[in-house]
């Protein structure tokens, strides 16, 4: 471990840095121990870090803490089983983010099913428990997870969480959902296409129009005894800051709007010099230049590749367990070309809070783009170094996040 000029580095690759940080951000929800986190990091770089080690070291973290757990709760200690739990699918969680760097990432869908089923006795032994939901949507409906306040059933205020491109449910827990319940807020952790168990079970890719998942999201809430019909809102996470934006355009029940952080096109993400290529003559050249000349020096880089790909269709997810890169250029590019707002975002009509990150390094000057293009009542808010909140999603500050978030909600909503 080590240190930068504004923050600490604990892998020299930035993903898994980036993810491990995450973890250690979320010990503020009881989903993880700092001296477990700190204890794996330290053995993944006395090894020397992979793709490799730092699967194998948070997959077996994760399973011993799962032991625990279980052995907690055959002997009645319910509270020492929760807490476990909670920890074990979070570190299992990164063992899922990167599975594709490991000897076996055909293994996906069962390490994913050891994460999950972690989640799933965990919020059964929250108080209230964890409500699992299957709402209508298409042939296999959309898993949620209803969390709600103790006390009396009543109606409350709603949030809808939607997750980005590459984290679990477990993180929406921490990156709002517990913070919201503990306002008096029910929070509603949804799994859309391309997320969760339609991704990892099903082989479901993310869609563009988010309104089309949205909408039976929320035609369930107004039926709710427990929801009030005025205070549905809505935050999207990561990637899906451009999904929620684009669902605000198409769906006016909804009382207000997070994009976290702001942004308008995701292939401005992705690197300028792929996104060159790809506008190429036709696919037959694009294709053959890539896999020619780009594929073959990816080297380490290759899993992080596939694991971006994978969520865009079927041939990327199976490219991405056969351990290659994602193949076909071409049309990733075209897919990924419609997650966009900006043609839509002026057709947002209800109060829409922009978040930003001072040293955004992912798409960085996109939640200003946003802000500018908003004609809605909005605010945009940048978080900073300073914080602790300055990078992607504010890793390592989810209580500062949150409260920006859940302040702003409050208020509008009063």
């Known amino acids: 471990m080590t240190t930068t000029a504004d923050r600490l580095l604990l892998f020299s690759e930035p993903n898994l840095d980036l993810q491990t940080r995450a973890a250690l ?12 986190v700190l204890a794996t990091v330290d ?19 994760g399973r011993r803490t799962a032991a625990v757990a279980e052995s907690a709760l055959r002997s009645g200690r319910s509270t020492t089983a929760r807490d476990g739990y909670l920890r074990a699918a979070k570190y299992l969680s990164l063992a899922l983010f990167s599975v594709l760097g490991s000897a076996r990432p055909a293994d996906e869908p069962a390490v994913f099913a050891e994460m999950q089923a972690c989640w799933h006795r965990a919020g059964e032994l929250l108080d209230p428990p964890v409500r699992r939901l299957r709402i209508p949507y298409g042939d296999l409906g959309l898993p949620a997870y209803l969390l709600t306040p103790p006390g009396r059933p009543r109606r409350r205020p709603a949030l809808i969480l939607v997750n980005g491109s590459d984290a679990q449910s477990i993180d929406l827990y921490a990156f709002g959902a517990r913070a919201a319940v503990e306002r008096g807020w029910n929070a509603l952790i949804l799994e859309g296409p391309g997320q969760g168990s339609l991704l990892f079970e099903h082989g479901i890719p993310f ?5 089309h998942v949205i909408r039976p999201v929320i035609d369930h809430l107004l039926r709710s005894p427990l929801v009030d019909p005025d205070r549905i809102a809505m935050t999207g996470w990561s990637m899906s800051g451009i999904l929620a934006i684009r669902a605000a355009a198409f769906e006016p029940r909804l009382a207000a709007v997070v994009a976290d952080p702001g942004a308008v096109d995701n292939w401005l993400a992705w690197p300028e010099i792929w996104r060159h290529l790809a506008d190429g003559p036709d696919r037959e050249t694009v294709n053959r ?23 865009f269709g ?9 351990g290659r890169a994602p193949q076909d250029l071409w049309q990733l590019a075209h897919t990924i070309r419609r997650f966009r707002c900006d043609d839509v975002a002026h057709l947002v009509a209800c109060p829409t809070l922009v978040l930003g990150y001072e040293d955004e390094s992912l798409i960085p000057g996109q939640d200003t783009l946003l802000h500018n293009l908003l004609r809605c009542p909005k605010q945009l808010t940048v978080l900073t170094t300073a914080q602790g909140a300055g990078d992607h999603c504010a890793p390592m500050a989810p209580q500062v996040r949150n409260g920006v978030m859940l302040d702003w909600l409050e208020h509008t909503l009063a």
Do not use: C, M
Request: aromatic share 8%; proline share 7%; no cysteine.
């Open 25 to 36: 951000g979320a010990t503020a929800y009881r989903l993880a121990e700092a001296g477990e």
């Open 43 to 61: 053995r993944i770089n006395r090894v020397g870090l992979s793709g490799r080690t730092y699967h194998e070291e948070f997959l077996a973290l």
């Open 207 to 211: 869609r563009p129009d988010w309104e």
């Open 289 to 311: 230049h890539w896999q020619r000349t780009v594929l073959p020096d990816l080297g380490p880089a290759t899993p992080l590749l596939a694991k971006r790909a994978e969520i």
């Open 314 to 322: 079927p041939r990327f997810l199976r490219d991405a367990r056969a």
